[in-house]
């Protein structure tokens, strides 16, 4: 329904409209594709979205986790 009748806050050829109809249509898109797509598509596309995603997000703290040189734990 969002994509029908939208209920904007800001005019049309600015950045949160097209925001607005870039993130709905891709919901839209994707809920398509799991329905309609070819079974075992689907799941590999998925699978390697997580992981690109849980790549992404392991980025910013790998220096935290990272052990020292001796290879111990310091107390």
């Not at 220096?63 to 290879?71: E, F, I, L, Y």
């Amino acid at each position: 329904m969002a994509l029908l009748m939208p209920d904007l806050w800001s005019p049309w050829p600015s950045y949160p409209a097209i925001y607005f109809f870039v993130a709905h249509g891709g919901v839209v898109v994707a809920a398509a594709v799991l329905v309609f797509g070819p079974w075992p598509m689907y799941p590999i596309g998925g699978a390697a979205t997580a992981l690109a995603l849980f790549w992404l997000l392991w980025l910013p703290i790998r220096s935290t986790m990272r052990m020292p040189a001796s290879g111990r734990r310091s107390a």
